[in-house]
């Protein structure tokens, strides 16, 4: 029996739950990276230079990011002012960090960025980027749920 289940969500002085804290990541990955991707595989496509691929990929992975949270902020009735702040509340560290492990690793692998859609190095490189983001963003979000921030914040509106 899965007794994460049962957890409360976060705790007053306490420490939130692994699974709680994978969870969140892999929501915040999700969203973070359908922005990132589509944001390079159009800067790549259309032969943009590294650095307008990379801002166009950071800005549709905290748009994606902060939407997912958004939309279902939104589906529990809380009007659309209220739902912004919640969701930037609740996801601006996790895309963050998310975000600057992921593009560090892209941007220090030898030839990832100059490599096409079609090369495995492109793939590679994102998604071993993403799999490393979420290994050190998920700590981050424990921390963070713990104490009451972070997507604890959308948790007390579900």
């Not at 943009?48 to 166009?56: D, G, K, R």
């Not at 949270?69 to 963050?96: C, E, M, N, P, Q």
């Not at 090369?119 to 998920?138: H, N, P």
Request: net charge neutral.
């Amino acid at each position: 029996m899965d007794h994460t289940a049962h957890e409360p969500e976060k705790h007053a002085h306490g420490a939130a739950s692994w699974g709680t804290a994978v969870k969140a990541t892999l929501h915040c990955l999700t969203g973070c990276a359908i922005g990132e991707i589509l944001g390079m595989v159009i800067g790549t496509s259309l032969g943009w230079a590294n650095v307008p691929t990379m801002v166009l990929a950071i800005g549709l992975a905290f748009l994606f990011g902060y939407s997912f949270t958004l939309f279902a902020v939104l589906r529990s009735g809380i009007g659309l002012k209220a739902a912004i702040k919640i969701a930037l509340a609740a996801d601006t560290v996790s895309i963050a960090v998310m975000e600057i492990v992921d593009n560090a690793i892209i941007a220090l692998t030898p030839g990832a960025m100059d490599a096409h859609l079609s090369d495995g190095l492109f793939w590679s490189a994102l998604l071993g980027g993403f799999a490393v983001a979420f290994l050190i963003t998920t700590p981050v979000n424990k921390w963070m749920i713990g104490r009451g921030r972070g997507h604890a914040v959308v948790h007390a509106h579900h």
